[in-house]
DNA sequence: GTTGGCACTCGGTAGCATCGAGTGCCAACG
DNA sequence: CGTTGGCACTCGATGCTACCGAGTGCCAAC
């Protein structure tokens, strides 16, 4: 596409720009390693990569600045990252240490890409309705209320607060809970759906009820969001944290947006290519993780355009690969 | 304390910088409603709060602001705060309308908290060490591994993975699971910790083990945050908006912060007040909230101190009421 | 094709005058 | 004697000008 020279030139300009957040003259990129002509030689090539709409110039006499195009490139044609022994130390130690509930460690997970990356780090936890259910459980809690329990071999717990409508005692529940069981366990929580009515009807009423409460309990992904602090260090603009941080709050929001990016096979979303106008200025860096080799989840950042890419794409992805291992063994 | 000319000044100090965020002049104060002498003797009178320590100048030939001991003031010789017709609307709609699981009620009460005050909303739903346990189980999960859950008898259920160190098989387990049921249903979770040894010594251990790892799990408060974004819009400064976001971001220093406001007996909590200095700029309003007549969480604001004062104080006063209440139903 | 040189651009900063909101003080007034 | 109008003063904000310098595009020379 772009021949060595103008690619090293480009590559430095978007390195600058990252360092330094201020645009970057020819001065500066024939000085940078990797560039062996002189900053007049510079200048004509930039011109030229500057119409190609890989650089942009804020104002005459200023420096150049990378558009989208151009850390696209720059992404594409970076070599394998690789991550820096700190991080790397960082990250067994984090895996090391921590035990515990998954969802506790998930959120820990996010504290850790945040503080490896300076970004906004997000964990999307997949909703559980394939992992079959291990056992069923009805509880009293009132007389016309009740809590369906249902126990998954994923080792996650799904409950819901079912309305009865009528009063049903102990016994009654117990032969709801039987009749779920024998048609639950082993399938899929989803079969929830179809479990055929039970023959007696004090029962098949209670059933009905855990039926409908109990199906839309388990269907939704689980996000944990993390080191939203960091993120808004990295911005000047109060209006841009400000519109982030709306983003982050809304998890239905924050699930697409990941599904989307990593069904289009990429693991960097840059500015536009996020396909929300309030991500104009950031970038979006995922990695899904897999469990016993199945892809169950995502982990990803969210930081501004002019991010360290190789730190981001190498900590993104050694974690989501560590968190799979993580999650295959217990 | 304070004369009731000077009180009317300080009122309309105090309303006037929290409507445009600008120092207050002589001026506006003499034509504020409730003020009725010249802006001269408005003048001598904001020297004399100045010297009381209720008005500050960020500079000569500067308007006044309030101090802390001016919102102090205002605060506390604020009439009985009542809602706007609005807001109480948008309360009533807002528990006629929600459903479901305890935890997606309390999340999204802090939306609502934050869309009401334009603050950030926090919700802080205690531990449930001292709630009855209803039912105790133990499932496998792996060889070696298994979950304990516990329901309780407040509809919430605990679960803790176990590590069990050895293998054990389901009859094991079922009896371990037994034997905790004896000693637990009825009594509160946190009695987990005092189950006397089994007998049987396979069955010992599995208790052992979850006797270590399920008294830690119930212990801690639940925190959820809502409304981030809307606070980030009440500060110009970022740094001040990253060290609000890194508070909200530890659930510990948010449970500590509000327990120690609640404590102290009060329901707001003016810049230093809150005994944290990142907060220097914010003031934080709490109720607690109670179901059947105890006293079992907090709901708060956290939003600039010079934030509207009335409508936050009655809002969070509202929603932990209402809260309350639709707790107790059910 | 590359490079040094050069005129040019333009944002940023400093200096300076001006403006005006606001103050403190004082003398006059009821 | 408390209140008030008047007045000189302060000082941040605004606007203007000059200037500096980083950076550019272009061109002639190598």
Do not use: W
Not at 80 to 94: C, G, K, T, Y
Not at 207 to 227: I, K
Not at 269 to 284: D, H, K, R, V
């Amino acid at each position: 596409m772009l021949d060595e020279r103008k690619a090293s030139i480009l590559r430095a300009v978007v390195e600058g720009y990252i360092e330094t957040a201020q645009p970057v003259g020819s001065g500066h990129v024939a000085n940078a390693p990797g560039v062996t002509v002189s900053s007049a030689t510079v200048r004509n090539e930039m011109a030229a990569l500057e119409s190609d709409g890989y650089l942009a110039q804020p104002h005459t006499s200023a420096g150049r600045i990378p558009t989208e195009k151009g850390y696209r490139y720059f992404v594409d044609t970076l070599s394998e990252p690789v991550l820096d022994r700190a991080s790397a130390q960082q990250i067994r130690a984090f895996f090391d240490r921590t035990h515990g509930e998954i969802e506790e460690m998930l959120a820990a997970t996010t504290r850790l890409l945040s503080g490896l990356t300076n970004s906004a780090a997000v964990v999307v936890r997949p909703g559980h309705e394939s992992s079959p259910v291990r056992t069923v459980q009805i509880v009293g809690l009132a007389p016309s209320t009740a809590l369906f329990v249902a126990v998954l071999a994923d080792g996650s717990v799904e409950k819901a607060t079912v309305e009865l409508l009528v009063e049903a005692d102990e016994a009654v529940l117990e032969a709801a809970a039987r009749h779920l069981a024998t048609h639950l366990t082993g399938r899929p929580l989803a079969t929830l759906a179809q479990v055929p009515p039970a023959l007696e009807t004090t029962v098949e009423a209670v059933v009905a009820r855990v039926r409908l409460a109990g199906v839309s309990a388990s269907a939704d992904e689980q996000v944990f969001v993390g080191g939203a602090a960091s993120m808004a260090a990295s911005f000047e603009a109060v209006h841009t944290i400000r519109s982030v941080l709306s983003i982050l709050e809304e998890q239905l929001v924050v699930v697409s947006l990941l599904r989307d990016v990593v069904d289009r096979g990429l693991s960097v979303a840059i500015g536009s290519e996020t396909g929300m106008q309030p991500l104009a200025e950031c970038s979006l860096v995922v990695a899904p993780y897999t469990v016993d080799g199945e892809q169950v989840g995502t982990v990803g950042i969210l930081g501004p355009t002019r991010m360290n890419y190789p730190q981001a794409l190498a900590a993104v992805a050694v974690v989501g690969q560590r968190l799979g291992h993580r999650l295959s063994e217990g």
